[in-house]
Every structure is written in C-alpha cells, then in structure tokens.
C-alpha cells in the first residue's frame, strides 16, 4: 500500500484553540448581555488569571467608513498597522485581516479568554438560552462542538430539546464532551457564583503538569572534568539532581548533547538537543517540542548546594500565570533561569527571542512578565565552574578542612 506523503515534520503540537489554550465563545444572547458577563467574569477572575476579552465593535457602517477616512489616522493614509500608546493601556490597529496563526501569539500570555460568540468561534462554548434569541442560537448549531455550561435566562426552566437533540449527534461534538454525558452544568444566568466556580475548577484543572528537565550537556571547560560527574553526596551528581526533581516532577530528563545520549540511556531517560549549539536554550526548547502543554522545572547539574527544601519552594510558589517562576539571584537580582520553572507559554516566547538573535534565557526572562521569588538559603544557588568553586563547596558541606 502507497504511504501518503507527509508535508511537514512530525512534532508535538500545542493545544490550542483560535486564540489561546483555554477559550470559551458565549451565545445565544444578544451581544449586550455577552459582554456583561465577559466584564463580570473579567473582574472576578482577573486577581489570579489573565482574562482576555474578544468582540466586534458595534458600529455602524457609516460610523465604521468615518473612522477608516479620519485623517488623523495613520490607517486612512496607507500604513497597514497604527501603534498608540494610550498611557493606561496600548492599542494596536491592524488594516489586514488576522487568522489564528496571528491571534495566538498576542493572546499566548492570556490564562483564559472569553470570546463573543455572536462574531467569532471558540474552542469551547457557553450557550445562553434566550427565548428571545432561539432562532439566532438554531443557526449556530454547527459552532457548538464543546458545550461546556449552559445558562438559563430569567424565566426559563428547560433547556430546549433542538439542543440536547443536536450535542447527543456523535458528529457535531467530541465523545469527551460532558453534554455527551448529560454531566453538563446547566445553571440560572442570574447565579454568578456558580458561573464563577465553574470558571475557577476549569483554569485550576488546566494547570500545566510539569515535568523535570536536568541539564548535563556543558563542555564543563572551566572545570577540566565532567562536573555531571562530580560527586558531593557520595554519587554523580546528575544522578542527585535527577533523583531531587523526581519527587516533584511526573517525568524527569536528563538533558544532554546527542553524542553523550547513547551512554545515559542505559540509566536515564534522556532528551538529546534538537536545537543545536544553543546552550541552556536550546536544551529548554528541545524539551517544549518534546512535550509543548507540560510546565518545565529546569536545573543545571552544578549546582551542588541545591536541595529539597529549595525546590519545595519553588514549586509552592509556582506561578502559571507567569512566563515563568525563578528564584532572584542573591549576586546580582536577575533571574536565574536554570533554576525555575518555565510555563508552556514560555515557549513561544522563547522562539521569538531566538528569531531576534537572542539565545540568552535569562534574557527572555528579564523582559517578560515573570514570577520572581527569593530563594530561603542563597547558597543552594551557588553553581560550580571550577576546582576553586569545589573547594568552596566541599567546605561548606563539612567534607574538606583547612586548606
């Protein structure tokens, strides 16, 4: 039998939807009473999640020709994009049209975004049931493949029967749906503490699950020996990292060069570099193309003064909203990027720096939005490069006197 041709390479790709991980379209309404309850669950969300916000601008035609003819506008004389800075906030006008490959990118720092149903789809859906509006909602059926609430408007009890008819189809929704079910939570559009909750549960379950990712690939030039191999607590000290991240982490790798990959899978589970020469940063992002929807706690190898209680720490206060949570360098105060925790959404952010000609991750993290943290002994930050360094280290663990 022919083998189809494959057209691109086979790699992990990120769950997304039209604009971000976890997105929801609200329908059934008008768009109003849409954006009340996007401006609701905005405000209740905001202190923890980065709730983003999608809709049309409800213009007029005439309105919308007035404002594409402004002459103060840099779009009415021929430039295809127009930056304000607004002071309080920043707006960006766009002249071409945008697709998802577009969207995702200015959403990829949102936790959850809340999308106008009447204009736009959704990898997931909020259905209103609006007496007044069931004829718009029947021609939008084909849009409902992941009905995940059901509101009820003032006055209603029952949720339509063309509705359960349409989510019980096994072709117009996924077998996963909890509507497929009949475990879908239908609730009064009036009680916002439920909508709330569920919103909550949603982004809580939608915590990235993190993996560990152990860093041996260095040349250790400055040491003249493997420092991978270098023992401070009576075995090879990849082998210590592996088994402290382990407690914490559901899968660990050790992140290595492809030429040492052969040797270390007899006795770990190993992640060859596939972005090449690229140092640390390399090692993280071959770790994202690997698994893109898993967190990585990520930790050079020299790094002997490096014990539970840190990383315990780390992970406690574990941050998802953020690009990334790192401890504060006690040397110099910027983040340490080979001791921290990188979200999914750190990847492409990642990717862009390298498209700049950026291959420093302590660079990306500087000039985004992190979680920094303190480290509770400074020392468990103190990496070794030389033999002076192991020195240092050997007398600060009581095994070397004098000298």
């Given at each position: 039998?022919?083998?189809?041709?494959?057209?691109?390479?086979?790699?992990?790709?990120?769950?997304?939807?039209?604009?971000?991980?976890?997105?929801?379209?609200?329908?059934?309404?008008?768009?109003?009473?849409?954006?009340?309850?996007?401006?609701?669950?905005?405000?209740?969300?905001?202190?923890?999640?980065?709730?983003?916000?999608?809709?049309?601008?409800?213009?007029?035609?005439?309105?919308?020709?007035?404002?594409?003819?402004?002459?103060?506008?840099?779009?009415?004389?021929?430039?295809?994009?127009?930056?304000?800075?607004?002071?309080?906030?920043?707006?960006?006008?766009?002249?071409?049209?945008?697709?998802?490959?577009?969207?995702?990118?200015?959403?990829?720092?949102?936790?959850?975004?809340?999308?106008?149903?009447?204009?736009?789809?959704?990898?997931?859906?909020?259905?209103?049931?609006?007496?007044?509006?069931?004829?718009?909602?029947?021609?939008?059926?084909?849009?409902?493949?992941?009905?995940?609430?059901?509101?009820?408007?003032?006055?209603?009890?029952?949720?339509?029967?063309?509705?359960?008819?349409?989510?019980?189809?096994?072709?117009?929704?996924?077998?996963?749906?909890?509507?497929?079910?009949?475990?879908?939570?239908?609730?009064?559009?009036?009680?916002?503490?439920?909508?709330?909750?569920?919103?909550?549960?949603?982004?809580?379950?939608?915590?990235?699950?993190?993996?560990?990712?152990?860093?041996?690939?260095?040349?250790?030039?400055?040491?003249?020996?493997?420092?991978?191999?270098?023992?401070?607590?009576?075995?090879?000290?990849?082998?210590?990292?592996?088994?402290?991240?382990?407690?914490?982490?559901?899968?660990?790798?050790?992140?290595?060069?492809?030429?040492?990959?052969?040797?270390?899978?007899?006795?770990?589970?190993?992640?060859?570099?596939?972005?090449?020469?690229?140092?640390?940063?390399?090692?993280?992002?071959?770790?994202?193309?690997?698994?893109?929807?898993?967190?990585?706690?990520?930790?050079?190898?020299?790094?002997?003064?490096?014990?539970?209680?840190?990383?315990?720490?780390?992970?406690?206060?574990?941050?998802p909203s953020a690009m990334a949570t790192a401890f504060r360098s006690?040397?110099?105060?910027?983040?340490?990027?080979?001791?921290?925790?990188?979200?999914?959404?750190?990847?492409?952010?990642?990717?862009?720096?390298?498209?700049?000609?950026?291959?420093?991750?302590?660079?990306?993290?500087?000039?985004?939005p992190v979680h920094l943290i303190d480290a509770p002994n400074p020392?468990?930050?103190?990496?070794?490069?030389?033999?002076?360094?192991?020195?240092?280290?050997?007398?600060?663990?009581?095994?070397?006197?004098?000298?």
């Amino acid at each position: 039998m022919k083998q189809k041709h494959k057209k691109h390479a086979d790699i992990a790709r990120p769950d997304l939807g039209n604009f971000a991980r976890n997105e929801w379209a609200i329908l059934g309404t008008n768009c109003g009473a849409i954006k009340k309850l996007a401006f609701q669950l905005s405000e209740a969300l905001s202190p923890k999640w980065k709730v983003a916000y999608v809709d049309a601008d409800h213009k007029s035609a005439d309105e919308e020709e007035a404002h594409g003819k402004d002459p103060n506008t840099a779009l009415a004389h021929g430039a295809a994009m127009e930056y304000t800075d607004k002071i309080t906030f920043h707006r960006f006008d766009f002249a071409e049209k945008l697709n998802a490959f577009q969207h995702r990118p200015i959403f990829n720092s949102m936790d959850a975004v809340l999308v106008n149903g009447n204009h736009f789809t959704a990898q997931s859906q909020i259905v209103v049931i609006d007496p007044k509006k069931e004829d718009s909602l029947k021609r939008k059926l084909d849009r409902l493949t992941d009905v995940q609430l059901i509101l009820l408007t003032e006055g209603v009890t029952e949720v339509p029967e063309f509705l359960w008819e349409h989510l019980a189809k096994p072709d117009s929704i996924g077998s996963q749906s909890p509507v497929t079910n009949h475990q879908s939570p239908v609730c009064q559009l009036a009680d916002f503490q439920k909508i709330k909750s569920f919103f909550e549960q949603k982004l809580e379950a939608a915590r990235p699950p993190l993996n560990g990712l152990v860093l041996v690939g260095g040349k250790s030039r400055r040491m003249g020996t493997d420092k991978a191999m270098l023992e401070y607590h009576g075995k090879p000290q990849q082998d210590v990292m592996m088994q402290l991240l382990h407690r914490f982490c559901e899968k660990t790798y050790l992140s290595c060069r492809p030429d040492q990959a052969g040797e270390l899978a007899y006795t770990h589970e190993v992640l060859p570099d596939t972005f090449l020469g690229l140092g640390p940063m390399g090692a993280i992002l071959t770790a994202f193309r690997q698994a893109p929807d898993s967190a990585w706690l990520v930790v050079a190898c020299d790094l002997p003064l490096l014990d539970e209680d840190a990383i315990r720490f780390l992970v406690e206060n574990r941050n998802p909203s953020a690009m990334a949570t790192a401890f504060r360098s006690p040397v110099n105060e910027f983040p340490e990027p080979l001791v921290a925790i990188w979200e999914p959404k750190s990847y492409p952010v990642l990717l862009q720096f390298l498209a700049q000609g950026y291959s420093c991750p302590r660079k990306a993290l500087i000039n985004s939005p992190v979680h920094l943290i303190d480290a509770p002994n400074p020392d468990a930050l103190m990496n070794v490069n030389t033999p002076e360094d192991v020195e240092v280290v050997l007398k600060k663990l009581g095994l070397l006197v004098g000298k």
